[in-house]
């Protein structure tokens, strides 16, 4: 499975998540966090000073949490995780 589709699923799964948790009213991944999984560069699980969670890092440095939530893009709070091209 290509990274892109592996994003995809993680998008699309915490699309739902808000919607069943009555959080948006979003029709889709795209709409709900405002980007596409193809503009997903990687993703990181665990953010210093937040502990576990999702953030996804955007090609254009961007970062936005599972809630879609923008988030610091200073790559040292971050854990290295899938999809890293480089070692920050």
């Known amino acids: 499975m290509k990274l892109t ?8 799964k915490h699309h739902r998540q808000s919607i ?14 405002g980007f596409h999984h193809k503009q997903v560069e990687t993703v990181h699980f665990h953010k210093q000073g937040a502990g ?4 996804f890092r955007l090609r254009c440095g961007r970062v936005v949490d599972e809630v879609a939530r ?14 890293d091209a480089h070692a920050y």
């Open 52 to 55: 576990a969670g999702l953030w």
């Open 20 to 33: 069943l948790l009555g959080g948006t009213t979003a029709s889709s991944p795209e709409e709900y966090f």
């Open 70 to 83: 923008p988030a610091c893009g200073n790559p040292d709070l971050y854990d290295l995780a899938a999809g």
């Open 5 to 12: 589709a592996v994003f995809n699923e993680m998008m699309r």
